[in-house]
């Protein structure tokens, strides 16, 4: 039987039966947040024994107020005489912050700021999840209230992401079978396979939670609402082995998308149309969708994003563009 006990309790337990005990007896009247955030499968929740094999312990985050940044070096210098190496036979970790230097650190962006549609469209999705995911053990000092600032997409922004996860979608499907009758099933496939990842971005985005990276995306995908009905509709995409058979089985995806578009309430009820391009000989499931959802937008600047450049976020920059500090570089795209 297993023993495994989740990286998130274990951190509850350092913070609550050692950490908080150090903070109240060494730094009396000190205000402070805890919490467990930053990279890691057991930030999302996802962690299991394979996880700690690597980087995966017991640690808590501390937050100081902004007014308090002065005494950080002291709040480092008490835990790191005061707390154990070990902790339930792990190695521990701690850091100090503050909220709006820890946001800064992940996103290059101050929280204290207005946060304008072209800042959420260069925050990596991945990472707004791992923040928001994490578990906050103790709050005085406004950390789930920043939280709450990053919690999900503002609604016309939201609007946007929809616009632009459909356009993903479309332009691509015909050429699942234009590839198959060309004789690369490979490439059709690989083309199939693309849009099924579309395809449950949008279902993510229609229910309202961030993706996280590649390693855990199918994880949090089989969790959300959709995920057990939608899933073996798209298991059929990868399984099958020729053109017409993945054809049908994204026509059958997009069938269901497209009902939960209808379940949003934003639009009026949306029925799918086959489209054939020019004589081809290849099917397209398309409900016009995008043409619904613009005129909902109010926001100027979401409107001029969404006339000039339908892409969606820059999750698909994020192996070139990782670290926070580039994210300069992404919002010139924007102007």
Known sequence: MSTFVSGAELSRRLYEQVVQPVMTSRLPGLPHSAALLG??????????????????????????????EPR?????????????????????????????????QQFEMDIDGDI???DWLTLPEHALRMFTSG???????????????????????????????????????NLVGRAGTAGDELGSALIGSRLVVDLM??????????????????????????????????????????????????????????????????TPPVTTELVQLWDRPFKVAWADIPALLLPLIRDPAVVSIAQRWPVGPVDQFRELFWAPKNRQLLLRLFD
């Not at 459909?166 to 332009?171: A, D, E, K, L």
């Open 39 to 68: 990279r890691g499968s057991e930030v999302l929740g996802f962690d299991d024994e394979m996880s700690s094999d690597h980087d995966w312990k017991p640690r808590v985050l501390i937050f100081i107020a902004e007014k308090d």
């Open 201 to 266: 971005r949008l279902a993510f985005l229609m229910e309202r939670q961030y993706a996280p990276y590649s390693k855990w995306f199918g994880t949090a995908f089989s969790r959300l609402a959709c995920g057990s009905d939608l899933t073996p509709v798209l298991w059929n995409v990868g399984r099958a082995e020729v053109w017409q058979e993945r054809e049908e089985a994204l026509m059958a995806a997009y069938e269901r998308l497209v009902l939960m578009h209808n379940g949003l309430g934003l």
């Open 116 to 118: 304008e549609p072209r």
């Open 135 to 173: 578990v906050v053990f103790h709050d005085e000092v406004g950390l789930q209230a920043a939280r709450d600032r990053l919690a999900f997409y503002p609604h016309d922004v939201w609007l946007y992401l929809l616009i632009a996860g459909w356009w993903r979608v479309h332009p691509e499907m």
């Open 72 to 104: 950080r070096v002291e709040v480092e210098e008490e835990l790191q005489r005061n707390l154990p190496p070990t902790f339930e036979g792990h190695p521990i970790g701690y850091e100090v912050h503050t909220v709006r230097g820890y946001v800064r």
